[in-house]
Nanobody, 124 residues
Framework: QVQLVESGGGLVQAGGSLRLSCAASGRTFGSYAMGWFRQAPGKEREFVAAVSWSGGNTHYADSVKGRFTISRDNAKNTVYLQMNSLKPEDTAVYYC?????????????????WGQGTQVTVSS
């Protein structure tokens, strides 16, 4: 069982940056691939980024490639999402998720554990 708690969301102007954190409970954090997803009002949840359990492999949605960076610190049981050059269309609730596998996937249904989400609002 893994419990996930996101933090770091907030209100930022377009072009600004935010860093999201996701703290995980449990001693087996290093056994999980981790992902970030987001859901905007009236839209379906969409994949943002994922990182393998070692941190050696990452995967990004085309819409955030070059602007967002996912990373993890297994010693701190934490995964991060650094978001730069934010756009109003990045406004959404951001969720982290854990998958008991070494490899990444953009498929939400393959993640077993989810956090409660953190709101990111980008003003124009």
């Amino acid at each position: 069982q893994v419990q996930l708690v996101e933090s770091g969301g907030g209100l930022v102007q377009a072009g600004g940056s935010l860093r999201l954190s996701c703290a995980a409970s449990g001693r087996t954090f290093g056994s999980y691939a981790m992902g970030w997803f987001r859901q905007a009002p009236g839209k379906e949840r969409e994949f943002v980024a994922a990182v393998s359990w070692s941190g050696g492999n990452t995967h990004y949605a085309d819409s955030v490639k070059g602007r967002f960076t996912i990373s993890r610190d297994n010693a701190k049981n934490t995964v991060y999402l650094q978001m730069n050059s934010l756009k109003p269309e990045d406004t959404a609730v951001y969720y982290c998720a854990a998958r008991p596998s070494p490899t990444t996937t953009p498929r939400a249904e393959e993640y077993d554990y989810w956090g409660q989400g953190t709101q990111v609002t980008v003003s124009s």
